[in-house]
């Protein structure tokens, strides 16, 4: 295992507290008090069994998103298309969940799996067009995105037959829900799900790091050329990365339908579940146990930011905006490097000078 | 109803929905000419569409009264090239990946707009403002037999779009300026050795995108929407971003694009009442803008190429 160098600690921990401070100031900016605001913050995070509870259970998609736009980034590729594949993955759950009866043995596993392989599907197209026409990805992601939020509105009203704007309830055979879970945090929606993503985090590390796929997918995202000069199918795998990277995006959206909601409903925008998987996959630097923290922080201040408002009446979309500045930090990596070096370097010539 | 009179009523409506994305897909040219990809268009309308509307609503409680709107687009403009240096500064000076750039300014847009919103009103979102860019009959012209239906309840806004479409092609193409950004989109080492100051030119790009994307905005909220919400921009600079590529980053493309894209548009949203219109499945015109690009883009539909370093910090000295 490559050992983790300090500074590649340093800047998503440097830049987590730049991002706070950022908030602490546009509090302070907008009139509120950032010392309140932060304590409801925290505590609507993890002040209280039912907090934990949901930060985990918000957590679930996160880290399946994260990990799904990280498995892309480890080869060269940038998955911005998650947000679409996370609402095909959802209605595919939901789909199965509704329309089969099946022991849940069968049942469940069978819903996970139609998420994955539904998801698998539309991210297969980027990966196509980039391997065949040169298509650069992040674009032709963008507008399957689109592409994905009015077709599954389109089959949640024609296909499943939506009344009222939500469907109906999936079976409980295929349900993640848990009551002994939910007891446990005075009755939060925590469900089963944050395990299954802990799981496929563990299956995320073994693939990159244990199986020759993984070593061919890294290298190709190392160096393209090289790989190809060793006799690795370039196009073969950027294919395939996009379609592991879609199997991950579709089981965040399993979590939402077999778990949180057990249910869709239709939708003008997005979830947001898949961009901020980039700012996980960021944060987290590409790592499983990096995206599973960084994706119970950013779950967490989701979740606390409603208690902030309550608590401290500080508006909620202020943890967008920490988030966000979080996000530019980290990938103003270079320049908050530069900083380090410089004042390292100052102190080293003051040392001189005594 | 004949053909005719449906034009009538769906024209004027295509176009106001084609001025926004004409006019940010020209913001995005300025941008992606000059090396800086710019996904953040869509967080830069929300800043100006939030901009138009309280600067509007500011401007009506103070008396200025109907020219209100029109102060604000102005305004807004200021805004977007000012908010659009989160996307310059990091991008151009600190070689931050441009994508994940505007993911998070996208991020970041809807959140400050909302939160100022909640600041200034307490709620989430404005009341509507009184005076709106009215849609109004030219003179003289929504008299000509056919040819009326570009000047039936029609907003100025369209025509100043269609107007900055043959501006920013002059500018582009046509002048010294205009050849250094996109040289420096091109090949900024070149550039560089020729003497251009390739940062200096990328960030005005990038402003001037912010500019564009910034006006963009504030028409589509002080035209369309006559409020501001969590909800007013959904999509719309991702649209423009689609209309730039659509038409091959050049402004006349861009044009021709944005005016397809929001008849496309037009037809979704009002099509069900229409004869003939109305057999056609409302998914089908929602999902053409993006199926064709990426049908573009494969070059199954004309082929497009984006400006060679796109997205590629420059690094002096670095081969």
Redesign the interface.
């Given at each position: 295992m490559k050992k983790l160098s300090l500074n590649q600690l340093l800047i998503p921990f440097l830049s987590i507290i730049l991002g706070l401070l950022v908030g602490a100031i546009?509090m302070l900016i907008?009139?509120y008090d950032p010392v309140q605001g932060f304590i409801s913050l925290f505590e609507g995070m993890f002040g209280s069994p039912y907090a934990v509870g949901e930060t985990l259970r918000a957590a679930a998609p996160l880290i399946f998103s994260g990990l799904a736009v990280a498995f892309a980034f480890r080869t060269g590729l940038?998955n911005?298309g998650v947000e679409g594949q996370v609402l095909i993955g959802w209605v595919a759950a939901v789909y199965v969940g509704i329309n089969f009866d099946l022991p849940m043995f069968i049942h469940l596993p069978l819903a996970l799996l139609a998420a994955m392989v539904a998801a698998a599907i539309w991210a297969f197209?980027p990966g196509f067009?980039k391997a065949?026409?040169y298509?650069?990805e992040?674009?032709?992601s963008?507008?399957?995105?689109?592409?994905a939020l009015?077709?599954t509105n389109?089959i949640l009203r024609s296909v499943i037959g939506v009344t009222n704007e939500r469907t109906e309830s999936i079976n409980d055979s295929a349900s993640l829900a848990s009551p002994w879970l939910q007891e446990l945090t005075t009755y939060s929606r925590l469900h089963w799900g944050v395990l299954v993503a802990v799981l496929a985090a563990i299956v995320y590390y073994y693939i990159l790091q244990r199986t020759t796929l993984g070593y061919e997918l890294r290298a190709v995202g190392f160096n393209k050329h090289a790989s190809q000069y060793a006799g690795m199918s370039v196009n073969r795998n950027i294919v395939l990365s996009f379609v592991i990277s879609g199997m991950f995006a579709g089981l965040a959206g399993a979590m939402e339908g077999l778990g949180t909601f057990g249910s869709m409903t239709l939708s003008?925008?997005f979830t947001g579940v898949g961009?901020d998987g980039?700012?996980v996959a960021?944060l987290g630097a590409n790592t499983a146990i990096g995206v599973i923290l960084a994706a119970i922080l950013f779950a967490g201040l989701n979740i606390g930011g409603l208690a902030m408002q309550l608590g401290a009446n500080v508006?909620s979309?202020?943890?967008?905006?920490i988030?966000?500045?979080i996000?530019?930090f980290v990938?103003?990596?270079?320049?908050i490097n530069y900083v380090v070096e410089k004042l390292k370097g100052n102190r080293k010539k003051g040392v001189e000078k005594k | 109803m004949n053909f005719l009179e449906v034009l009538y009523i769906v024209v004027p409506v295509a176009l106001a929905y084609a001025t926004p994305l004409i006019i940010a897909a020209l913001g995005g040219i300025f941008s992606e000419r000059s090396g800086v990809?710019n996904?953040a268009l869509e967080g830069i309308m929300v800043i100006g569409a939030a901009t138009g509307i309280i600067t509007t609503l500011t401007l009506t409680d103070l008396g200025v009264g109907a020219s209100s709107p029109w102060i604000a687009l102005l305004v807004a403009m200021v805004v977007g090239a000012l908010f659009s240096l989160?996307l310059a500064v990091?991008a151009i000076?600190?070689?931050?990946?441009q994508?994940?750039?505007g993911?998070?300014?996208?991020?970041?847009a809807?959140?400050?707009a909302?939160?100022?919103v909640?600041?200034l009103y307490n709620k989430g979102q404005t009341d509507f403002i009184e005076y709106r860019i009215a849609k109004e009959n030219v003179p003289f012209l929504s008299d000509i037999p056919v040819l009326k239906m570009f000047f039936i309840n029609v907003q100025y806004t369209s025509f100043v779009a269609i107007a900055l479409a043959f501006v920013v092609w002059f500018v582009i193409f046509k002048t010294p300026f205009g050849l250094r950004l996109r040289s420096v989109g091109e090949h900024p080492m070149a550039a560089d050795t020729m003497g251009i100051n390739v940062t200096k030119m990328r960030f005005m790009g990038v402003m001037l995108s912010g500019a564009f994307g910034g006006l963009a905005g504030a028409v589509y909220a002080v035209t369309v929407t006559t409020n501001f919400s969590g909800?007013t921009i959904?999509?719309q600079g991702?649209?423009a971003?689609?209309a730039m590529?659509f038409g091959k980053w050049n402004p006349l493309g861009a044009l021709g694009a944005g005016l397809f894209f929001g008849f496309a548009q037009a037809l979704s949203i009002i099509g069900s009442n229409l004869p003939v219109i109305n057999n056609v499945?409302?998914?089908l015109l929602?999902?053409a803008p993006?199926?064709l690009?990426?049908l573009a883009?494969?070059?199954l539909v004309g082929r497009a190429d984006?400006p060679k370093s796109v997205g590629i910090p420059y690094i002096k000295g670095k081969r």
């Open positions: 546009v907008g009139g940038f911005i197209v067009l065949k026409f298509v650069h992040v674009i032709t963008i507008m399957m995105n689109y592409i009015y077709t389109a003008a925008s961009f980039i700012a960021l508006p979309e202020l943890v967008k905006v988030i966000a500045a996000v530019i990938a103003s990596g270079y320049a | 990809v996904i989160f990091p000076l600190w070689r931050a990946d994508t994940v750039l993911v998070a300014i996208n991020m970041l809807i959140g400050l909302i939160f100022v909640r600041v909800t959904v999509g991702f649209l971003i689609a590529i499945p409302q998914l929602l999902i993006y199926a690009t990426i883009l494969a070059g984006a």
